[in-house]
């Protein structure tokens, strides 16, 4: 294997996931980038979900973020000078992470950084901006602006969003659109006693009318505060004239406070139209751009990574033909697909395009502060959830357990094909999702018929419930039945739930990209 790499492009929290989960799989890494070093200031991307903490968890880092990362338990909405509704959060969940943590996009980069640097398989190379890559049938060779050249047998751009030469030089299509409002971001140390667990959201406040404000808790007492500002905003001339103290003011009243980093961005909502080009995949914002209510970007980019990177590993390691990748887009983009649909109708809602929708939105904050069901339409982002690859060409679907469409906000289909598998204990020492992201699973159940190991033709692990789950609680998480094997991919999704062998050896290689076995593909404008 030393000799069958992948080069990352991109040392960002997307880059590092999938450079870590490759070499978890045994596949050395060159791991690019264009900077000089880490920037390790600004809080970025702050809401990291729980089945994302799960991911890094099996690259060591997963327990520590969640630690040191904050959970707000109530969220609370305004409009004006009215509170319309305050939701106190409950997790009903099995699992040992909190639903999400608020944490710097710069924290889980040092944390990454410390893991990478103990894989001897990554190698870590700043100062490396890609300015061409070339490849054949052979594999993909990548020259830096100052004539490094960099060879690999398949290449991962994730580089971020300012990714236009790389899109030009792969003859990728990013299409979408730019919101033109700005938004401006100020992390701010303070102490405001009773919002260190709360999340607040603005409508059309008297302080910043007309648009906007949100305001999220981060560790040390951080509030990372997002303003919606005119697209002729200019925060120099609002910090001279003093106006960014008033800003502040408006919201911590007269109690201390220092900024520790603040920044102006604008939205896209961009996808590229294809995410693998012959022997080069792209992933996070070089794939796909969208608004950060409901921080479906990085979270999403992990998804990516861990995507790509099992793929990859099992075409390098000789047991899925290189036709698995293209499962990388189908699969993906159609993840991409579903999040901008999600992103777009709440920026519908934060910033309408015409007089009937800012009308209507009008009439549903008016009448939220009263009627329940009218606060259910109140959209201020629908937290990232993992995609469900149901229509994926990879999945074997099961018609006793039909998928349903996109599940109520903060709730998660049934157990079944294309469903991630639900994390719980197992035998009271470890979890499910522990146990499955070592590579291809069987969970059988009591009665299970498996086939002879030597058809699979590549290394499954055989897990029967009946020994290592003796409560049930893994069967009764899953609503397996006696007689079925669950088939689970190294991501933990589920790829099939079969009853006899021979079904289990074709959906194994369904899973693994066989074109004879494929399903066809997920059309673009689907929301499962």
Known sequence: MRDRSVAVIGNGPVGQTAALLLARHGVPVTLLDGRPARDKVGSKAICQQRDVLDVWESVGAGRRIADEGLTWSTARTYHREIELFALTLQD????????????????????????IAAQPLIDVRWNHRVERIDQDATGVRLVTDDGVRIT??????????HCEELHRALGVVFEGHSFDDRFLICDIRADLPGWARERRFYFDPVWNPGRQVLIHPCPD????????????????????????????????GEADYEIVWKSVYRFHSRVADRLRVGRVLLAGDCAHLMSPFGA????????????????????????????????????RHAAAVENLEVTT???NFLVPHDEAQRALRERVLVGAATDPALRARVDSGRFSEPFWYVRSPLTTLDDSRPFAGRPPRGTVPPPGPGILAPDVRVGGTTRLRALLRDGFCVLA?????????????RPVRVLRLPDVDPDGAVARALGARPGESWLVRPD?????????????????????????????????????
């Not at 040992?96 to 990454?112: D, G, T």
């Open 221 to 252: 007492s951080v509030f990372r505060i997002d303003w919606q500002v005119p697209a002729d905003y200019d925060l120099t001339e609002e910090e001279r004239s003093g106006a960014l103290d008033a800003r502040i003011r408006a919201i911590v």
């Open 92 to 115: 009903a969940s099995t699992s040992v992470f909190p639903p999400f943590v608020n944490i710097s996009q710069s924290r889980v980069e040092e944390i990454l950084d410390e893991r």
């Open 345 to 347: 109708a709440t920026m």
């Open 152 to 161: 690999a047998d398949y290449a991962l751009a994730c580089p971020g969003a």
């Open 445 to 457: 159940t009591a009665g299970a018929e498996l086939p002879d190991p030597s058809t699979l033709g």
């Open 492 to 528: 933990a999704y589920v790829a099939a739930v079969v009853r006899e062998p021979a079904e289990l050896v074709a959906a194994l290689g369904r899973a693994l990209g066989d074109p004879a076995l494929a399903r066809p593909a997920p059309q673009p404008t689907t929301s499962a």
């Open 296 to 331: 479906r970007g990085l979270n999403s980019g992990v998804a990516d990574a861990e995507n790509a990177a099992w793929k990859l590993a099992y075409v390098l390691r000789g047991w899925a033909d290189d036709t698995l990748l293209d499962s990388y887009h189908a699969e």
